[in-house]
């Protein structure tokens, strides 16, 4: 059984600062890829950035120079660190990740359940 779970969420006002985790346990051999993800209401799910097992990252255009991700392999963690939030990043962030179980195992995306960020303005 492997688990993601992220924490982090809340409400921030516009120009504020939210700090995502998201950690991966259970009976897992390696991570590989682990990104965030997020969906506002009425929208649709959407990449915010992601990150190799190297640390090479990808960022959506939309939070690039503001959003920040960042991982440890050794403990299966992954944080996002927002910066300069605008009303407009308000959605829900999923934690998702490629994890192989076994050493013959292909690997499964897993997602978390979810952390609400609020931005007001």
């Known amino acids: 059984q492997v688990q993601l779970v992220e924490s982090g969420g809340g409400l921030v006002q516009a120009g504020g600062s939210l700090r995502l985790s998201c950690v991966a346990s259970g009976s897992i051999f390696r991570t590989d890829v682990m990104g965030w993800y997020r969906q506002a209401p009425g929208k649709q799910h959407d990449l915010v950035a992601t990150i190799t097992r190297a640390l090479s990252t990808n960022y959506a255009d939309s939070v690039k120079g503001r959003f920040t991700i960042s991982r440890d392999n050794a403990k299966n963690t992954m944080s996002l660190q927002m910066n300069s939030l605008k009303p407009e990043d308000t959605a829900v962030y999923y934690c998702?990740?490629?994890?192989?179980?076994?050493?013959?195992?292909?690997?499964?995306?897993?997602w978390g359940k979810g952390t609400l960020v609020t931005v007001s303005s």
């Open positions: 998702n990740a490629k994890i192989f179980r076994d050493v013959g195992d292909y690997g499964m995306d897993y």
